[in-house]
């Protein structure tokens, strides 16, 4: 129903940027809660970032916060994840995903998620 594709993931220094893309077809998901998650190899999926529906919020983790911006182009149909200042540990392949209900936003919890992108890999060198 809702096709989620990440994009703009690389090797990059650390203190650099880097800016994902996350285009969604299927349906317009300018109304729909919206998350970045990142994930390495032996750990649970970790929430990075969030906005909710049309007009709605943002959310950051602790670890983000201050470095991270999420973002909608509605024009095109897509989410962004700007990443400034990135660290080594900010290393991990990152998920983009859409929650399509209109129940109760718990942005942290992946469970909540309906649909969710294969993910692009984000290194960063120290």
């Known amino acids: 129903q809702v096709q989620l594709v990440e994009s703009g993931g690389g090797l990059v220094q650390a203190g650099g940027s880097l800016r994902l893309s996350c285009a969604a077809t299927?349906?317009?998901?300018?109304?729909?809660?919206m998350g970045w998650f990142r994930q390495v190899p032996g750990k649970e999926r970790e929430f990075v970032a969030a906005?909710?529906?049309?007009?709605?919020?943002?959310y950051y983790a602790d670890a983000v916060k201050g470095r991270f911006t999420i973002s909608r182009d509605n024009a095109k149909n897509t989410v962004l994840l700007e990443m400034n200042g990135l660290k080594p540990e900010d290393t991990a392949v990152y998920y983009c995903?859409?929650?399509?209900?209109?129940?109760?936003?718990?942005?942290?919890?992946?469970?909540?998620?309906?649909?969710w992108g294969q993910g692009t890999q984000v290194t960063v060198s120290s």
């Open positions: 995903a859409a929650d399509t209900d209109r129940g109760l936003f718990l942005f942290t919890v992946p469970g909540r998620y309906d649909y």
């Open positions: 906005i909710g529906g049309s007009g709605g919020r943002e």
């Open positions: 299927g349906r317009r998901i300018s109304t729909y809660n």
